[in-house]
């Protein structure tokens, strides 16, 4: 079965500081990978995905996160914070079981940026 | 053009009480998804449907919870007898493709938070 494990809760970096939120994964079936951010009080936005092409996947807002199969992890970086990134990330992976795209989620990371 | 829209936004129920969930998908798409996210948690798959077929409701919690998509456009997600542990926000999140092309992108409603006092 897959499963996402994201290495924790909270993450704080200064404004301009390199953000990395961790991401393994668990998957009996080569993995769809994705990566989620939500703001307070509003749904999911997608930033990125990894659908087995590159393994340097690069998404919206200058995220970008590479897939290691050796170390079943998809972790997402960005070089320079900023205020605005504040918010909860999710890291998923699709059970491709049924056919359909069901996610698993992790538990999520909240990010904040001081100045 | 309109996104993914639910109703209510917020909904305090009483212990005991029935609750009905409102989804409305974007328009024109056929495969529509329910999670779940209890506080401090991610969302956790409920039930998955393509067009009016629900063809996975292996993440109801119970059989209080009840979904149903007739015309294949608008979801209805109804709790029944509602218990404290269902406080939650429960997403909505609709794609325009059927469910085999799983790199396609779920578009995920604000969500409804249900609170049972």
């Known amino acids: 079965a897959q499963s996402v494990t994201q290495l924790g809760s909270h993450v704080s970096v200064s404004e301009g500081a390199l953000v990395l939120l961790r991401c393994n994964y668990s998957?009996?079936?080569?993995?769809?990978l994705f990566w989620y951010v939500q703001y307070p009080n509003q749904g999911l936005q997608l930033l990125l995905k990894?659908?087995?092409?590159?393994?340097l996947v690069k998404g919206i807002n200058g995220f970008e996160a590479e897939f290691k199969k050796s170390e079943t992890s998809f972790h997402l970086t960005k070089p320079s914070a900023h205020m605005s990134d504040a918010a909860e990330y999710f890291c998923?992976?699709?059970?491709?079981?049924?056919?359909?795209?069901?996610?698993?989620f992790g538990a999520g990371t909240r990010l904040a940026v001081h100045p | 053009g309109a996104g993914v829209s639910q109703s209510p936004r917020y909904k305090v129920a009483k212990r005991g009480q029935d609750v009905a969930l409102r989804c409305d998908p974007i328009?024109?798409?056929?495969?529509l998804f329910w999670y779940q996210q209890a506080l401090g948690q991610g969302p956790e798959f409920l039930t998955y449907?393509?067009?009016?077929?629900?063809?996975?409701k292996s993440g109801l919690p119970s059989d209080r919870f009840f979904a149903e998509r007739p015309e294949g456009s608008v979801s209805t997600l109804k709790i029944q007898r509602t218990q404290q542990e269902d406080s939650a926000v429960y997403l909505c999140?609709?794609?325009?493709?059927?469910?085999?092309?799983?790199?396609?992108?779920?578009?995920f409603g604000p969500g409804t938070r249900l609170t049972v006092t």
């Open positions: 999140a609709s794609s325009s493709v059927f469910g085999g092309a799983s790199t396609h992108e779920q578009y």
């Open positions: 998957s009996s079936v080569p993995p769809y």
């Open positions: 990894y659908t087995s092409a590159a393994t």
């Open positions: 998923a992976v699709s059970d491709r079981v049924g056919g359909y795209n069901k996610l698993i």
């Open positions: 328009s024109g798409h056929v495969s």
């Open positions: 449907f393509q067009n009016e077929a629900q063809l996975d």
